[in-house]
């Protein structure tokens, strides 16, 4: 839910890739904020011939790990959905769109959603012999796969999206440097963040990540002010958003 006007203009400069940007720049425009879509990742879709050989009937389990990684996935499929594959989702944001495509998810990563939170689940804990499949993009986490090999799993990756370095004109690096607080929701966003414009004015910014991995390496980068949400999604974020006036101490 999204308090109007709780945000009195301050700058709020949203990092997600653009195909994700919308909904939360809305959220922030209706609470009374100043939303600026700075996308720091590029993503591009693989070849769909990639993954084209895979029979989904012969898997046990298919994990999704992102947005991305279901719209990308599903794009390039050329065969019905079985109805026995267990289907694991990251999180709220990646369950959402699962369902967007007529899809049920049967297990969903807890808050705070994460590699970490999924391993946890006990479904997770009984998969020897059980063949699962990763849907990710191309350069992911491995703890995932190394976790769940160990536990017995026979794990195959199907990478359907690359991350890329954007090219934002000078004027939009220039506005992104005068914002209140900064949103980023993965380690890549942060490192082309670092990239494409000299954060040393937003070092002492709120940074709103979605982890604590990635609160960590923030704050290793020398971000003084990190914050973390529950979740991913675009309500996890807001509501920790809402705050920064409390944080400040401002009335």
Known sequence: MVTKGLLHGLKVLVTRPEQQAKGLCEMIA?????????????????????????????????????????????????????????IVSMGNATTTCLQGHNLSVDIQAPVPAGSESLLAVPALNNVKDKQ??????????????????????????????????????????????????????????????????????????????????IKQYAMQLGFQRVIVTEDADDIAVMQQVNKWEKFDGKK
């Open 30 to 86: 209706e609470a009374g904020g100043e939303p600026i879509a700075f996308p720091v990742i590029d993503i591009q879709p693989i070849t769909t011939q990639h993954w084209a050989y895979v029979a989904l009937a012969e898997q046990d389990m298919i994990i999704f790990v992102s947005r991305n990684a279901v719209n990308n996935f599903i794009a390039g499929l050329d065969e019905t959905w079985p109805d026995n594959v267990l």
């Open 132 to 213: 699962i499949l990763i849907v990710r993009g191309e350069g992911g986490r491995e703890l995932l796969a190394d976790t769940l090999t160990t536990r017995g799993a026979k794990i195959s990756y199907i990478e359907v999206y690359r991350r890329c370095l954007p090219k934002p004109e000078a004027q939009a690096v220039e506005q992104a440097k005068h914002v209140d607080g900064v949103v980023v929701t993965s380690i890549v966003g942060l490192d082309n963040l670092c990239q494409l414009i000299n954060v040393d004015s937003l070092k002492n910014k709120w940074l709103i990540v979605v982890s604590d991995r």
